[in-house]
């Protein structure tokens, strides 16, 4: 009786989570780890770093497309709601797409949101709540300091091989922050500004 009570327990043990485990760090943020993928070491650095911006960037307007969502009023708010919701899922996409090309370069991305914070050259906006025509403008700002960056970047990788960023950043990146940043500017056509 006293074995199956000790089987028992075994079984138990082997199953149960192993909580509170700490390790070394197995690959630095900066570096790359050499993958069989055709590029050069130095071309994947050169990519990762570049794509790394293009991530804290695409993060940082993913959330904020949340925040206003979230925070939006007004007579257009059923519209924009929903219209902020449907393209934080895409820029939500596109940080997936962003993040695997990184790591199938051999890189780490950035990952947590403190280290978003100092990487994105995206301005944080305030806290409270703004108006509708005032996150409109944000949004558009944000969309067209990315598209700026896609364009620049893509041409840097290209010039470097990097065929797949390049793909990436013309087809994925530059063209859904285009059209969502089309999608934007047409509800500021002949709008009032706001009283500063």
């Known amino acids: 009786m006293s074995k199956t009570h000790t089987d028992s327990r075994s079984a138990s043990d082997s199953v149960a989570p192993h909580l509170n485990q700490h390790g070394v760090v197995t690959q630095e943020y900066g570096t790359i780890v050499k993958l069989p993928n055709g590029l050069s070491e130095s071309v994947c650095t050169k990519s990762v770093a570049l794509l790394n911006q293009t991530l804290a960037d695409t993060m940082t307007l993913r959330d904020l497309y949340k925040k206003h969502h979230w925070q939006v009023v007004g007579p257009t708010f059923d519209q ?9 899922e895409a820029q939500a996409e596109l940080v997936d797409l ?29 806290r409270g709540r703004e108006p509708a025509l005032v996150q409109l403008s944000r949004l558009a700002e944000a969309h067209e300091m990315i598209i700026i960056a896609a364009r620049k970047n893509a041409e840097i990788v290209a010039d470097t091989g990097d065929s797949g960023t390049n793909d ?27 009283a500063t």
Do not use: C
């Open 80 to 88: 924009l709601h929903l219209l902020f919701d449907k393209h934080y």
């Open 98 to 126: 962003v993040a695997e090309r990184i790591q199938v370069l051999g890189g780490v991305t950035l990952a947590m949101a403190a280290d978003v914070a100092e990487t994105t050259r995206i301005p944080r906006p305030p």
């Open 168 to 194: 990436l950043l013309v087809s994925d990146v530059l063209r859904t922050n285009e059209l969502q940043a089309w999608f934007l500017t047409e509800h500021l056509v002949a709008a009032t500004p706001v």
